[in-house]
C-alpha cells in the first residue's frame, strides 16, 4: 500500500480562468473536476492505497464546501484524511503523514516535498494558458 495524496485547487478541482480585454486574468470561476487527476485519485483509492486530500485552504472558511464536493465526487467516506494547512506549505503535513506521492499543481508545493516524496505536477485548465 503506498501513501498518496492530491492537492485540491486546480489539481482535483478546476477552475477556468476569466480574463479582461486586456488578457489579464480578472476571475477564476469553477470549472468540473480535472479530467486528469480524478482517475489517479480513483486509481489509488482502489488499489487500496492510503489516499489524503492535503490543501492549503482555511479550514475555517473552506472545510464544509471542500467535504461537500468530496462527498459528491463519492470519494469522502474512502479517504484516509483531508488536510487543511491554512495558508502554510504543505511539506511538513505531507512529512508528518509519510506521503509518498503528492499530486499538486503548483510546482513551487513539488519543489518543497519532504524526503522520500515523490511529486506529481497536474495540469492546469486550457484557460490558464500554461500560466503557472
Same mark, same amino acid.
Given at each position: 500500500?503506498?501513501?498518496?495524496?492530491?492537492?485540491? %485547487?486546480?489539481?482535483?478541482? +478546476?477552475?477556468?480562468?476569466?480574463?479582461?480585454?486586456?488578457?489579464?486574468?480578472? %476571475?477564476?470561476?469553477?470549472?468540473?473536476?480535472?479530467?486528469?487527476?480524478?482517475?489517479?485519485?480513483? #486509481? #489509488?483509492?482502489? !488499489?487500496?492505497?492510503?489516499?489524503?486530500?492535503?490543501?492549503?485552504?482555511?479550514?475555517?472558511? +473552506?472545510?464544509?464546501?471542500?467535504?461537500?464536493?468530496? !462527498?459528491?465526487?463519492?470519494?469522502?467516506?474512502?479517504?484516509?484524511?483531508?488536510?487543511?494547512?491554512?495558508?502554510? +506549505?504543505?511539506?511538513?503535513?505531507?512529512?508528518?503523514?509519510?506521503?509518498?506521492?503528492?499530486?499538486?499543481?503548483?510546482?513551487?508545493?513539488?519543489?518543497?516535498?519532504?524526503?522520500?516524496?515523490?511529486?506529481?505536477?497536474?495540469?492546469?485548465?486550457?484557460? +490558464?494558458?500554461?500560466? !503557472?
Amino acid at each position: 500500500m503506498t501513501i498518496v495524496s492530491f492537492d485540491f %485547487d486546480d489539481t482535483l478541482a +478546476w477552475t477556468r480562468v476569466i480574463r479582461d480585454a486586456d488578457g489579464d486574468i480578472e %476571475d477564476t470561476v469553477p470549472a468540473g473536476v480535472n479530467p486528469h487527476i480524478m482517475p489517479l485519485l480513483h #486509481a #489509488a483509492l482502489d !488499489r487500496g492505497d492510503e489516499v489524503h486530500i492535503v490543501t492549503t485552504r482555511h479550514a475555517s472558511r +473552506w472545510r464544509d464546501i471542500t467535504l461537500a464536493e468530496l !462527498r459528491a465526487w463519492g470519494v469522502l467516506d474512502r479517504l484516509a484524511g483531508v488536510h487543511f494547512t491554512d495558508g502554510e +506549505w504543505k511539506a511538513e503535513t505531507l512529512s508528518t503523514l509519510r506521503v509518498e506521492v503528492h499530486h499538486d499543481d503548483d510546482q513551487d508545493e513539488l519543489d518543497r516535498l519532504p524526503p522520500g516524496c515523490s511529486g506529481v505536477l497536474a495540469p492546469l485548465h486550457p484557460s +490558464w494558458g500554461g500560466v !503557472r
